[in-house]
Nanobody, 123 residues
Framework: QVQLVESGGGLVQPGGSLRLSCAAS????????MGWYRQAPGNQRELVAT???????NYADSVKGRFTISRDNAKNTVYLQMSSLKPEDTAVYYC?????????????????WGLGTQVTVSS
Protein backbone atom coordinates (compact mmCIF):
# COMPACT_ATOMS: atom_id res chain seq x y z
CA GLN A 1 0.00 0.00 0.00
CA VAL A 2 0.96 3.64 -0.31
CA GLN A 3 0.73 6.12 2.56
CA LEU A 4 0.53 9.91 2.27
CA VAL A 5 1.51 12.18 5.13
CA GLU A 6 0.77 15.92 5.05
CA SER A 7 2.56 18.60 7.05
CA GLY A 8 2.79 22.37 7.25
CA GLY A 9 -0.69 23.40 8.30
CA GLY A 10 -1.38 25.90 11.05
CA LEU A 11 -2.83 29.25 12.02
CA VAL A 12 -1.99 32.27 9.87
CA GLN A 13 -3.30 35.81 9.61
CA PRO A 14 -5.14 37.03 6.52
CA GLY A 15 -2.65 37.95 3.83
CA GLY A 16 -0.09 35.51 5.19
CA SER A 17 1.55 32.47 3.65
CA LEU A 18 1.91 28.78 4.39
CA ARG A 19 3.61 25.90 2.62
CA LEU A 20 2.09 22.43 2.79
CA SER A 21 4.04 19.26 2.05
CA CYS A 22 2.87 15.74 1.36
CA ALA A 23 5.22 12.77 1.17
CA ALA A 24 4.22 9.42 -0.31
CA SER A 25 5.82 6.24 0.99
CA UNK A 26 5.58 2.53 0.35
CA UNK A 27 6.57 0.18 -2.45
CA UNK A 28 5.87 2.78 -5.09
CA UNK A 29 6.55 2.02 -8.72
CA UNK A 30 5.26 5.28 -10.17
CA UNK A 31 3.03 8.20 -9.26
CA UNK A 32 0.81 9.84 -11.86
CA UNK A 33 -1.13 12.83 -10.60
CA MET A 34 -0.73 14.37 -7.16
CA GLY A 35 -3.04 16.98 -5.76
CA TRP A 36 -4.48 18.96 -2.93
CA TYR A 37 -8.12 19.11 -1.90
CA ARG A 38 -9.80 20.89 0.99
CA GLN A 39 -12.91 20.57 3.06
CA ALA A 40 -14.38 23.31 5.20
CA PRO A 41 -16.97 22.56 7.90
CA GLY A 42 -20.36 21.90 6.33
CA ASN A 43 -18.94 21.82 2.83
CA GLN A 44 -18.00 19.06 0.42
CA ARG A 45 -14.38 18.28 -0.31
CA GLU A 46 -13.21 20.38 -3.24
CA LEU A 47 -10.23 20.40 -5.57
CA VAL A 48 -7.55 22.98 -4.85
CA ALA A 49 -4.79 22.04 -7.29
CA THR A 50 -3.33 19.06 -9.12
CA UNK A 51 -0.07 18.34 -10.90
CA UNK A 52 0.84 15.52 -13.29
CA UNK A 53 4.11 13.64 -13.32
CA UNK A 54 5.13 15.86 -16.23
CA UNK A 55 4.40 19.05 -14.32
CA UNK A 56 1.09 20.08 -15.85
CA UNK A 57 -0.91 21.96 -13.23
CA ASN A 58 -4.58 22.70 -12.67
CA TYR A 59 -6.04 25.10 -10.12
CA ALA A 60 -9.43 25.95 -8.71
CA ASP A 61 -10.48 29.44 -9.81
CA SER A 62 -10.62 30.54 -6.17
CA VAL A 63 -6.87 29.99 -5.66
CA LYS A 64 -5.42 30.93 -9.06
CA GLY A 65 -2.67 33.49 -8.69
CA ARG A 66 -2.36 32.86 -4.95
CA PHE A 67 -1.44 29.17 -4.64
CA THR A 68 1.32 27.25 -6.40
CA ILE A 69 1.55 23.47 -6.57
CA SER A 70 4.86 21.73 -7.24
CA ARG A 71 6.36 18.28 -6.82
CA ASP A 72 9.69 16.55 -6.35
CA ASN A 73 9.42 13.26 -8.20
CA ALA A 74 12.66 11.93 -6.69
CA LYS A 75 11.19 12.39 -3.20
CA ASN A 76 7.60 11.42 -4.10
CA THR A 77 6.54 14.69 -2.51
CA VAL A 78 4.06 17.37 -3.51
CA TYR A 79 3.96 20.91 -2.17
CA LEU A 80 1.38 23.65 -1.99
CA GLN A 81 2.67 27.19 -1.52
CA MET A 82 -0.21 29.34 -0.33
CA SER A 83 0.03 33.12 -0.35
CA SER A 84 -2.39 36.01 0.21
CA LEU A 85 -4.44 33.69 2.37
CA LYS A 86 -8.06 34.59 3.09
CA PRO A 87 -10.39 33.47 5.89
CA GLU A 88 -12.34 31.49 3.30
CA ASP A 89 -9.24 29.35 2.71
CA THR A 90 -9.76 27.89 6.19
CA ALA A 91 -10.24 24.13 5.83
CA VAL A 92 -8.66 20.74 6.30
CA TYR A 93 -6.31 20.21 3.37
CA TYR A 94 -5.92 16.69 2.01
CA CYS A 95 -3.25 15.27 -0.25
CA UNK A 96 -4.12 12.76 -2.97
CA UNK A 97 -1.98 10.67 -5.30
CA UNK A 98 -2.54 7.85 -7.77
CA UNK A 99 -0.17 5.47 -9.49
CA UNK A 100 1.24 1.95 -9.21
CA UNK A 101 2.87 0.05 -6.34
CA UNK A 102 4.46 -3.35 -5.85
CA UNK A 103 2.97 -6.10 -3.70
CA UNK A 104 3.93 -9.77 -3.85
CA UNK A 105 6.03 -9.01 -6.94
CA UNK A 106 3.00 -7.69 -8.80
CA UNK A 107 2.00 -4.16 -9.72
CA UNK A 108 -1.22 -2.76 -8.41
CA UNK A 109 -3.04 0.55 -8.86
CA UNK A 110 -3.39 2.90 -5.93
CA UNK A 111 -5.39 6.06 -5.27
CA UNK A 112 -4.50 7.21 -1.78
CA TRP A 113 -5.44 10.05 0.54
CA GLY A 114 -3.64 11.56 3.47
CA LEU A 115 -5.32 12.20 6.81
CA GLY A 116 -5.36 15.95 6.28
CA THR A 117 -3.79 19.03 7.84
CA GLN A 118 -5.73 21.96 9.28
CA VAL A 119 -5.23 25.43 7.82
CA THR A 120 -6.86 28.27 9.71
CA VAL A 121 -6.76 31.85 8.41
CA SER A 122 -7.84 34.27 11.10
CA SER A 123 -6.77 37.47 12.77
Amino acid sequence: QVQLVESGGGLVQPGGSLRLSCAASGSIFSINAMGWYRQAPGNQRELVATITSGGITNYADSVKGRFTISRDNAKNTVYLQMSSLKPEDTAVYYCNADGDYYSDSERHDFDSWGLGTQVTVSS
